[in-house]
């Protein structure tokens, strides 16, 4: 298991909208977020402790600020789902935390082709 790299209050400090999440559920999406950091090839200056945890913070931030979408369409054959939108944005895009995620990524990455992050 990946270490968390960041704590439940930096990321209550960061978006003071998460306080109704329960401590339960950012514990579980920081560890989602940790393995997803774990899983990136840092440039070695941005290998310390300090930018995974900003990494971690943000991705959990992203993650933890998505609200569940409405299914607008949906196809049985070969599966297709279509999600309605508020913002017309989507993936790391719907978030200014998932937005400066990708820019850390691009930024803190030896490869940001190698890194792609393609989930949510």
């Known amino acids: 298991m990946p270490a968390p790299y960041t704590t439940i209050a930096s990321v209550r400090n960061t978006a003071a909208h ?3 999440v ?8 920081m560890s989602d977020a940790a393995l997803e950091v774990d899983g990136l090839e840092l440039i070695e200056k941005y290998q310390g402790e300090l930018y995974k945890e900003k990494l971690t913070r943000y ?3 992203h993650l933890a600020t998505l609200k569940p979408q409405e299914v607008v369409k949906e ?5 297709e789902r279509t ?8 993936g790391l895009s719907a978030t200014v ?3 400066e995620y990708e820019r850390m990524v691009k930024e803190y990455t030896a490869s940001p082709d190698h890194n792609k ?3 949510f």
């Not at 196809?75 to 599966?79: A, G, I, S």
């Open 117 to 119: 992050v393609v989930f």
């Open 97 to 99: 935390y998932g937005q």
């Open 22 to 29: 329960s401590d339960a559920t950012l514990t579980l999406i």
């Open 83 to 90: 999600y309605k939108s508020e913002t017309g944005l989507s």
């Open 18 to 20: 998460l306080a109704a």
């Open 59 to 61: 991705l959990t931030i």
């Open 75 to 79: 196809k049985l054959d070969v599966l």
